[in-house]
Structure formats: C-alpha cells, structure tokens
C-alpha cells in the first residue's frame, strides 16, 4: 500500500496567492487595454471634429459668406489670437475649437506669393479640445487635444 499524502496548507495559500496575483495583474491590463481603446476612439472623434471645422472654413472661403470673410481671412496674420472659437456638441460630447491663421512666410521674412498677389499663403491650424459631460477631466488621462493643419493658398479661394 502506498503513502498518499494531500497538499498542506502551506502550499495552499501559496498557490490561491499566486492565483490571485495573476487574477489580478490580467484585470490590470484589460483595464488599461479599455482606457487606450477609449483615448483612441476620443481622439479619432476629434480628428473629425477638426476635419469638419476646416471644411465648413474653406466652404465660407470660396463662397465668401457672409460676405467678407474672404478678404478678412487673407488680411488676418496672427498666430496668437484665433481667428474664430466655438463648441461643437457630438453625443453629449462638446468639443471647443480654435481657428489660428498665419501668414506663411519666406527665410527673409516676406510673405510667400507676395504681399498683395492672389496667391498668397496662410496657414491654418485648428486646435480641438474637450472634456466629459461634466466639464470634469476624462479619468485616467485628462482633458484631450488634437489638432489639424493645412495650407490654403488664395488661389484655391
């Protein structure tokens, strides 16, 4: 007849405690797997918001509505102060935009196309940021920004 001998409780604990460890490290990183697919799909959203923004722009541009714009636009060269704002509300989500346009210039300092020429060239840059509902930081990794740029030569106005 053989001995037969069971685990001790030692050995018992040690192994629940190593189970529990693993456990717990897997729910770790599906959870941080869940906030990274959440940023991602965040900042996808306001990579639309910023792509939409831009159209709606040059859509105003070349239509020169309200009547104006256009020539406003060409004459506006500050990078500091936005040339438009608003709130963009996309599933309960308000995205904030700022519109910075900037004349493009050459290693002397003189605007590429020339200064009164019809093509000139500006730079425009959309910046997007946005928060929770609750006008509170997303948990976990703050407010989000993204921001979108594109050359627009008068010419193509």
């Known amino acids: 007849m053989r001995n037969r001998r069971g685990f ?11 189970l529990a460890i693993m456990i ?3 729910m770790a990183l599906s ?13 996808t959203a306001g990579k639309l918001v910023a792509q939409s923004v831009m159209s709606q722009l040059l ?8 009547a104006g714009v256009r020539a406003t636009f060409m004459a506006y060269n500050t990078a500091n102060v936005a040339f438009d704002s608003g709130t ?10 700022n519109v910075f ?3 493009v210039t050459d290693s002397a300092g003189n605007p590429v196309g020339g200064a009164l020429s019809s093509n000139r060239l500006k730079n425009v840059e ?10 509170q930081n997303r948990a976990g990794y ?10 627009v030569a008068e010419g193509q106005l």
């Open 126 to 135: 959309i910046q997007v940021s946005w928060w929770n509902g609750a006008g």
């Open 59 to 66: 859509d105003k541009l070349r239509s020169d509505t309200p």
């Open 8 to 18: 001790s409780l030692a050995e018992l604990v040690i192994a629940v405690a190593l």
């Open 88 to 97: 963009v509300v996309v599933q309960r989500t308000s995205y904030q935009y």
């Open 31 to 43: 959870i941080s797997v869940l906030k990274t697919e959440r940023k991602a799909n965040d900042l």
């Open 101 to 103: 346009v900037s004349t």
């Open 142 to 151: 703050g407010s989000l920004k993204t921001s979108l740029s594109q050359l």
């Open 24 to 26: 717990l490290g897997v």
